[in-house]
């Protein structure tokens, strides 16, 4: 049976991005001027369920300004699933299944119905949540932009300028010195980030996860552009690339720790071509800041069209985005699917027809 909507919850989980501000203003907005429900916004993932007073009110002139701010005034977790929820204080650690306390603590709020915002992890548990019968609807959130269910998601736009302007700001200082550029970009096991910002700013190496590639490939490249006069190059690397076994001197490479990967390529590089080679690896700087307009758009499509579909009872569903148009998808299909780079794809074509070449051949 379809609840009463008295009032909503929002969460968002997992890694922030730019845009969450915008989804929660647009579902709080559309929730209280369409609706005339109440909105509590549940802090720190999904920690906020399980502990009530972390939970906050909020209305029109509480979210006032929120638009253009990066991170989420909800803060988040990483680490937070309420069925295996770990309490980190004191010594041994107990692993509780809190999604019970998460459902009676709703109902202690008055909270009728969820929105929760979050990757593929956050709405795993939102899946999982809405089977106990707790009614839930997903936004899909990552700068990563490989969730499956849709063609794009919030934050990609704002972590791909960032990006090129990185980019942009090393061609410069890379052409004034003759130097190879390494950047290492985020993405985790795609290469959306690296693929789009590595068009866009010009490189001359993308490595993607999506494409095996050898040093010596890259290196081989390098030295026809300098065969042309090209005294410097570009390099942009996704942090989830795979490395060869070895490098060239037949060296193996070792597991990169997070950060590393752009700094072994970079360095192997120096060691083949004897070549000034300088790495930069952006990091979170790609995810902090304020939202690109695209994003800020998108976002308040999503927060506004899960609010409607709340509204008529349709639970257990993600919205997303086709065809330029805000749709919905079950969470059932919309978890669990990483959305990679075609290798064989347009966007790859396109890159090899302006000459970037991917290490592999
Ligand atoms: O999923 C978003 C993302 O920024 C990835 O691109 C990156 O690998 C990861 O999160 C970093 O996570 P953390 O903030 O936990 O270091």
């Given at each position: ?6 009032a ?17 203003r ?13 909105v ?43 069925f ?99 950047i ?13 910002s ?23 490249r390098?030295?026809?552009?300098a ?39 970079g ?95």
């Amino acid at each position: 049976m379809t609840p009463t909507i008295q009032a909503i919850g929002i969460a968002n989980g997992g890694g922030d991005c730019p845009g969450l501000n915008a989804v929660i203003r647009g579902a709080v907005r559309g929730a209280i001027l369409g609706h005339g429900w109440g909105v509590v916004g549940i802090r720190d993932g999904f920690d906020g369920l399980i502990w009530p007073e972390r939970t906050l009110p909020l209305t029109v002139e509480s979210i006032a300004g929120v638009l253009p701010r990066g991170g989420t005034i909800l803060g988040t977790s990483s680490r937070g699933n309420p069925f295996h929820h770990t309490i980190e204080e004191g010594s041994p650690q107990v692993t509780n299944d809190d999604s019970m306390t998460c459902r009676r603590n709703m109902e202690k709020l008055g909270v009728n119905a969820l929105i929760v915002i979050g990757g593929d992890g956050t709405l795993t548990i939102a899946r999982d949540l809405g089977r106990m019968g707790i009614p839930i609807v997903g936004v899909p959130k990552t700068i990563d932009n490989d969730l499956s269910a849709t063609e794009v998601t919030f934050g990609f736009d704002t972590a791909l300028h960032v990006a090129t302007d990185a980019i942009d700001r090393l061609h410069t200082t890379a052409e004034s010195h003759g130097r190879v550029m390494v950047i290492e970009v985020m993405g985790r096991d795609a290469g959306w980030i690296a693929l789009h910002s590595g068009i866009a700013g010009g490189a001359d190496v993308i490595l993607i996860p999506e494409i095996p590639f050898t040093i010596e490939t890259v290196c081989e490249r390098l030295r026809e552009r300098a065969a042309t006069g090209k005294r410097f190059s570009l390099v942009v690397v996704a942090e989830g690339v795979k490395l060869p076994p070895t490098d060239p001197f037949g060296k193996p490479f070792p597991k990169p720790r997070p950060g590393q990967v752009g700094i072994l390529i970079g360095d192997a590089i120096h060691e083949s071509l004897k070549q000034d080679v300088r790495i930069t690896v952006l990091g979170h700087i790609q995810r902090g800041g304020s939202p690109s307009p695209f994003d800020r758009i998108l976002a308040t499509r999503f927060g506004v069209e899960a609010v409607e579909l709340a509204a008529r009872g349709n639970f257990g569903r993600m919205v997303c985005l086709r065809a330029g148009e805000i749709e919905s998808v079950p969470l059932d299909d919309a978890v669990g699917e990483v959305r990679l780079v075609d290798p064989k794809g347009s966007m790859v074509r396109t890159a090899r027809a302006v000459g970037i070449t991917f290490g592999d051949q």
